[in-house]
């Protein structure tokens, strides 16, 4: 296993997602790894990265190809040995979704 796939491993671990055997490598098993209804891929880099619509694509194709589920990019930042910013990409409608939901949570929190 390389290091950039235990890497991976790790983080899906992290993440409480399950891994994709040969991700990348066959028809089935699209994306680094699943989360509840999401394809996730992991992209790390010690100081940048740059989105392309390209590399959405990928992700939105990888995740159709898994039953349409919801694409997402985890972006983990920092050099080795170093504290890591991690971050996720998710689509407009997702994060709407997302917003409702934690809005109608804060008012039902509020209400009590």
Same mark, same amino acid.
């Given at each position: 296993?390389?290091?950039?796939?235990?890497?991976?491993? =790790?983080?899906?671990?992290?993440?409480?997602?399950?891994?994709?055997?040969? /991700?990348?490598? $066959? *028809?089935?098993?699209?994306? *680094?790894? !699943?989360?509840?209804?999401?394809?996730?891929?992991?992209?790390? $880099? =010690?100081? /940048?990265?740059?989105?392309?619509?390209?590399?959405?694509?990928?992700?939105?194709?990888?995740?159709?190809?898994?039953?349409?589920? !919801?694409? =997402? !990019?985890?972006? !983990?930042?920092?050099?080795?040995?170093?504290?890591?910013?991690?971050?996720?990409?998710? *689509?407009?409608?997702?994060?709407?979704?997302?917003?409702? =939901?934690?809005?109608?949570?804060?008012?039902?929190? $509020? /209400?009590?």
């Amino acid at each position: 296993m390389t290091k950039w796939l235990r890497l991976e491993h =790790a983080e899906a671990k992290r993440d409480g997602a399950k891994p994709q055997k040969n /991700s990348g490598r $066959s *028809d089935h098993h699209k994306g *680094d790894a !699943i989360l509840d209804g999401f394809t996730v891929d992991y992209k790390m $880099s =010690a100081k /940048s990265f740059t989105l392309t619509k390209l590399v959405w694509g990928k992700a939105t194709a990888d995740a159709v190809k898994n039953d349409l589920s !919801i694409p =997402a !990019i985890k972006v !983990i930042l920092g050099a080795e040995g170093e504290p890591k910013t991690r971050l996720w990409v998710i *689509d407009e409608d997702t994060f709407n979704e997302f917003r409702e =939901a934690y809005n109608a949570l804060q008012e039902q929190t $509020s /209400s009590n």
